[in-house]
């Protein structure tokens, strides 16, 4: 297999476990295996306590597969297949249902797995640019005069990550019927739902809105436990589960026992988990509102509506300096304080991502802005 190399994670795999402060982090802060294992109910707390190590059943245990169909309305077990991180699932689903010379549309500027498996295989991948001239919206006009006759699949990371770009429920119920009517698979990245800021209901899940839609979730994100590596795929649709699944046995075969016992651990508690997620995100999403508003003389910001990243412009002229690479290249070289250029999307030189997940986010803006004067 030949596949460009991932730019966001070369760039991790260089600063990621060496700064102080990770300020373009997407998850949220992780959760600790003690507070974690102390929100076990009776049931789990025995399953963690008498777990063997044994490889587990392929498709996921039966009782994590029945809570993660729980966060969906149209959803039973059987039609979920747990994976390592939305990662594996990702790699699974793109390297089964796409061939040489489909035609695929992906939103852009994005998570690289969801165009690069597509690429690597050799289909026709139209990235779909999200404006920041429109606030990074979801145009589904544009997206749909977009389709070709033989399109087959569109997906859609929504919240999105970076821009945190989140469609109303309107717009999105459109696209989901737009692609139905036509034959399309929309698949929907879903690994940052129920992290909607001000209020704004979590979108009804892909899988919801139509039998063959595909929805994309994982631990790391909303449930702060990126740690565990656990994914999945949900989708009425059995024969792509069945053709991701004969993939899987030649990736991880099953998931890892105790990471899937915690799992079932932080679903069943997912109130208090991702009220801790919520209240995370709104404090920082509030510290860089004040931030952003004070210092229009360096930075274009266009408010995340969910998720747990933002994307803003260097202004031109401003005392970022001109370029992203740079700014993010001095920055960490001199505070400690590492942001994510947009040149690991690929996209322009004059955009960074932040990250609204971590705890240390008051510091490392102060450091931000004292590197600024
Ligand atoms: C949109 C999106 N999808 C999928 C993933 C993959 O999640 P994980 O690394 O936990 O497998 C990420 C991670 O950043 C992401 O941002």
């Avoid at 145009?139 to 919240?159: C, E, G, K, Q, Y």
């Avoid at 929805?215 to 990126?226: C, L, N, P, Y």
């Avoid at 079932?264 to 997620?277: F, H, N, W």
């Avoid at 250029?341 to 004292?370: C, Q, Y």
Wanted: net charge negative; proline share 3%; hydrophobic share 45%.
């Amino acid at each position: 297999m030949r596949i460009a190399d991932f730019a966001l994670e070369r760039y991790f795999a260089r600063w990621e476990f060496t700064v102080e402060h990770i300020a373009c982090a997407s998850d949220v802060e992780g959760w600790s295996m003690a507070e974690l294992v102390a929100l076990a109910d009776d049931e789990t707390r025995s399953m963690w306590d008498g777990l063997r190590l044994g490889y587990t059943e392929s498709t996921g245990h039966p009782l994590l597969r029945a809570e993660i169909a729980t966060l969906y309305e149209h959803i039973a077990a059987d039609d979920v297949l747990v994976f390592a991180g939305a990662e594996e699932a990702i790699f699974c689903l793109m390297s089964t249902e796409l061939q040489a010379g489909d035609h695929v549309v992906v939103t852009w500027p994005g998570y690289q797995s969801l165009y690069e498996i597509a690429r690597s295989v050799g289909a026709r991948v139209a990235l779909h640019l999200l404006r920041e001239e429109d606030d990074w919206s979801l145009d589904i006009d544009r997206l749909v005069r977009s389709f070709h006759d033989d399109t087959r699949m569109v997906v859609v990371n929504a919240p999105h990550q970076p821009t945190g770009m989140l469609p109303s429920e309107e717009e999105w119920r459109r696209l989901a019927s737009e692609c139905s009517s036509r034959g399309i698979r929309l698949v929907a990245d879903e690994v940052y739902r129920f992290l909607e800021h001000d209020a704004r209901p979590a979108l009804p899940a892909g899988a919801d809105l139509d039998e063959r839609a595909v929805s994309i979730g994982v631990m790391s994100k909303t449930f702060a436990m990126a740690g565990l590596r656990i994914g999945w795929l949900a989708t009425r649709d059995h024969a792509v589960l069945d053709r991701c699944a004969r993939l899987k046995d030649y990736t991880t075969i099953c998931s890892s026992a105790p990471s899937e016992v915690l799992a079932l651990i932080g679903l069943r508690a997912r109130e208090r988990v991702i009220a801790r997620s919520r209240a995370i995100v709104g404090a920082n999403l509030a510290l860089l509102d004040d931030f952003f508003a004070r210092r229009v003389d360096a930075f274009t910001w266009v408010r995340p509506g969910g998720g747990s990243t933002g994307f803003p412009r260097l202004a031109a002229g401003g005392p970022a300096g001109g370029s992203a690479d740079a700014f993010a290249a001095r920055l960490v070289e001199e505070t400690g304080v590492l942001l994510l250029p947009s040149s690991a999307f690929g996209f322009d030189d004059s955009h960074v991502r932040i990250g609204l997940g971590r705890t240390d986010l008051r510091v490392a803006l102060e450091k931000l802005e004292n590197a600024l004067a």
